[in-house]
């Protein structure tokens, strides 16, 4: 745990009376049942496939200039990122320009303020071809940060996605951080 002290207690019964009298308890818990396991571009025949197969329909001949798209459990930002640099490939690409409002949630306040700043230690670097990294990030130190342009078109919001209501008007919504934790009467 990183936080600054360790339960540790061989009685269930126990534990539930310490949650029951220690608000921080409660919280030390919920934070280490969240999962925040993402990548920018894991598993890269998806956005491949996103790229070549269904961005184009989404943004071809389109009226309304502006884009609206929906990161929902973006843990710390790797996906929603990820999202804004296919768009201004894409934007660049075809020579388009689109107001591309990308509206990230998480129910976690800690990965939401990490997300916001978008710096990423040097690692990512592994997960990235040199161009991307180049064109869409700038160095830190040992660190790297999201570039500032990449950075506005993502809202990042505290959002808890089973008692809030969604967001409306929405192009695309990306949800693959999110339903493989929840029951099926909650992905429903």
């Known amino acids: 745990s990183h936080y600054e002290f360790d339960v540790h207690l061989d009685d269930i019964d126990a534990y539930v009376r310490l949650l029951q009298e220690s608000e921080r308890e409660v919280e030390i818990l919920f934070r ?7 990548s920018f571009f894991r598993d890269k025949p998806v956005w491949e496939a996103l790229v070549e197969q269904h961005l184009s329909q989404l943004l071809k001949d389109r009226e309304s200039r502006e884009i609206r798209m929906w990161v929902a459990g973006c843990s710390t930002g790797e996906e929603a990122y990820s999202l ?6 894409w934007m660049e690409r075809y020579g388009e320009r689109f107001d591309v409002k990308i509206f990230a949630t998480d129910i976690d306040r800690d990965a939401i303020t990490k997300a916001g700043q978008g710096i990423y230690a040097e690692v990512i670097a592994a997960d990235l071809s040199p161009r991307l990294i180049t ?7 040992d660190q790297f940060q999201i570039a500032r342009f990449i950075r506005e078109m993502v809202v990042f919001a505290q959002h808890n996605l089973v008692t809030d209501p969604p967001f409306t008007n929405l192009d695309l919504i990306s949800c693959r951080n999110l339903l493989i934790y929840l029951q099926p009467v909650l992905q429903q």
């Open 135 to 141: 064109k869409y990030f700038h160095r830190q130190g």
């Open 84 to 89: 804004a640099m296919i768009c201004a490939d």
């Open 32 to 38: 280490e049942l969240l999962i925040g396991v993402t």
